[in-house]
């Protein structure tokens, strides 16, 4: 059993791969890369649904209790049937009998883990990164659940020698290992909203020292 933290990812994240191509969507607090899915149907009429909701929550497509797809009552046949009101979705049954229906499909795709890429965060949060070497800022947007390292991959985006700096917040190095939360940078976003005061301006900044020798590239 493998014992490595998940992968998180932001909403704005999963909300850019929204296409045909490259469609990610997020349901009761994973993130399914549908991608392989949507290949595999590509042509279906029961993939247009999926499509048309590509980048988003579909949380409310679903019984948290059972992970299973919600069910209704169907007033005409009093039986039971998913419930899709953007239109029927693949590996869902037909309301009546037909011959090109087949289930030996095995698992339907909202339970296949092969999809699933990662965790939802639940609380996302912004950060200020000040190299004080090049003095260049970057405003980074983070999981809370992410630890600085975790923190540290993303920012490799723009910095690819990130790791041979000494990251630091009112001049105390900070834990790697440990959450933005875990290391005192507090999180007071909601209490800015509250006062009506521009988040962004407030931003904690970390700052970022370097090293010596430059990590590869």
């Not at 409310?60 to 005409?76: L, S």
């Not at 039971?80 to 095995?106: E, K, M, S, V």
């Not at 339970?111 to 260049?136: A, D, H, M």
């Amino acid at each position: 059993m493998s014992t490595s933290r998940p992968k998180y990812f932001t909403p704005n994240e999963v909300s850019v791969h929204n296409t045909q191509k490259d469609i990610w969507v997020s349901f009761l607090g994973k993130v399914y890369d549908l991608t392989p899915l949507s290949v595999q149907h590509q042509g279906d009429v029961l993939l247009k649904p999926i499509i048309a909701n590509g980048g988003k929550d579909l949380s409310h497509w679903f019984d948290k209790k059972t992970k299973d797809i919600r069910m209704y009552v169907d007033p005409i046949t009093k039986c039971q049937f998913p419930y899709t009101p953007f239109g029927r979705i693949i590996h869902t049954p037909p309301l009546c009998p037909r011959t090109d229906w087949a289930n030996d499909f095995g698992r339907p795709w909202w339970k296949n883990e092969n999809y699933c890429i990662g965790v939802l965060s639940q609380k996302t949060r912004k950060i200020r990164i000040v190299n004080t070497l090049t003095s260049q800022e970057q405003v980074l947007e983070v999981c809370s659940e992410e630890n600085m390292r975790e923190i540290q991959n993303r920012y490799f985006h723009y910095n690819k020698h990130a790791g041979s700096y000494t990251w630091k917040f009112n001049g105390q190095n900070l834990n790697m290992e440990r959450t933005l939360q875990e290391n005192n940078v507090k999180d007071e976003s909601e209490d800015f909203y509250v006062l009506g005061m521009d988040e962004e301006q407030y931003l904690p900044a970390l700052h970022l020292y370097f090293n010596d020798d430059l990590t590869e590239a």
